[in-house]
């Protein structure tokens, strides 16, 4: 979702990857697997993983993350007494105004 990989392109391997994470290969087989189920990857047999080239489909996913996200920042925020405004004006002022 972040771009790191671009649609359609083919992931290093499972080693590869638990490497650059620096966990274990179980773990981030276990990872893809999830990625796999969600069609954010597929695998093509004797040519690896490859990310998926529906944008849409990368898009919903990461505007539920993002929601999620947001929806625990504001409730975070709320519970220490600010209000919807002052979280929003954090937000910008930590994000550039972006």
Not at 13 to 34: F, G, W
Not at 54 to 60: H, N, Q, R, T, Y
Not at 77 to 92: C, M, P, R, S
Request: charge should be positive; charged fraction near 25%; aromatic fraction near 6%.
């Amino acid at each position: 979702m972040s771009g790191q990989y671009a649609t359609g392109s083919r992931l290093p391997s499972v080693r590869e990857l638990a490497n650059i994470a620096q966990v274990n290969p179980n773990t981030m087989q276990k990872a893809l697997q999830e990625l796999e189920e969600s069609q954010l990857i597929f695998t093509e047999r004797t040519n690896g993983k490859f990310v998926t080239e529906d944008k849409k489909l990368i898009a919903k996913y990461k505007k539920q993350l993002a929601t999620a996200s947001a929806k625990t920042y504001l409730a975070d925020t709320q519970k220490i007494g600010a209000t919807f405004g002052e979280a929003i004006n954090i937000l910008q002022e930590i994000g550039g105004g972006r």
